[in-house]
């Protein structure tokens, strides 16, 4: 695919998100479920947020996608968490995944490797988060180690790349690894995203809101159009912030505002570059 190609999708997506507002509930780390729910409202979506294994199934039946990040375990999500895959999966609905914290406890893997069966539509991970995945599933990463340092990466975003696109074509769906510059697979076509800000990483849930505004977007698209039209929106919104802001705080909030104000062709034309 040619890059104006991608950028009508791009802007097709954005428009459609904008008019349709649909329904994307998420079960999300308990640290970030505001900035999560604000920024899925700011790109246009509707949000949610659920914890039981039962609002995780009605939720998948209606919403018309959804966000699962694993920054947060509670002994409940042991069956909210696969019961919620499983539902996705029979109503034929798009998800996305953020195994933020993978490599930490043993429920947390144990959920992750039950993933594997029922896989997400989308993963959204920073690097060492996608090469860990990948490493735990068995697919070939062309990395020894899982760089997971808690929630931080210690591998850059190309050192992520094989590992991406592995992740993308078994899934037969999108990765996105967040970085100093995103990328963005669906195991054929690899683009480079760039822009937003380094005051992403002081503002505590701009990976695991992404996740979220991922998962809005891949209610109305193809999931690798539904991967960059996020992180293009983040990265444009991102880099508008940054030069207003005069610090985390005032950041947060000009982000959400460039968020919400952003057109469809302000995120089509945020400068980025295809790979392969």
């Not at 009605?58 to 696969?82: D, H, Q, S």
Request: proline share 5%; hydrophobic share 45%.
């Amino acid at each position: 695919m040619d890059k104006e190609a991608l950028k009508e999708k791009i802007f097709a997506a954005v428009r459609a998100v904008k008019e349709q507002g649909p329904l994307v509930p998420s079960i999300t780390n308990t640290v970030t479920v505001n900035f999560v729910a604000n920024a899925q409202l700011a790109a246009g979506g509707s949000a949610a947020m659920v914890y039981m294994p039962d609002e995780g199934e009605a939720m998948a039946a209606v919403g018309a996608a959804m966000y699962i990040n694993m920054g947060t375990i509670f002994p409940i999500y042991r069956e909210t968490l696969p019961r919620t895959a499983r539902a996705l999966a029979a109503n034929h609905k798009p998800w996305v995944l953020d195994p933020v914290g993978i490599g930490i406890g043993a429920l947390r893997k144990e959920i992750l490797l039950d993933f594997q069966d029922v896989p997400p539509t989308i993963v959204r991970g920073n690097a060492s988060e996608v090469i860990a995945l990948a490493n735990l599933w068995g697919l070939p990463t062309g990395q020894d180690h899982d760089g997971v340092r808690g929630v931080d990466s210690t591998d850059t975003v190309l050192a992520a790349r094989q590992a991406a696109e592995n992740l993308a074509s078994f899934i037969d769906g999108a990765v996105a690894v967040s970085g100093e510059t995103d990328l963005v697979t669906d195991g054929t076509t690899t683009v480079l995203s760039r822009g937003g800000s380094p005051l992403f990483a002081r503002v505590t849930g701009s990976g695991c809101s992404l996740g979220g505004v991922v998962a809005v977007y891949a209610a109305v698209t193809d999931p690798f159009t539904a991967a960059l039209s996020a992180v293009q929106a983040y990265n444009f919104a991102g880099s508008r912030a940054d030069v207003r802001a005069h610090g985390p705080g005032s950041f947060e909030k000009m982000f959400l505002d460039g968020l919400y104000q952003a057109s469809p062709a302000d995120v089509a034309s945020n400068p980025f570059r295809i790979l392969t």
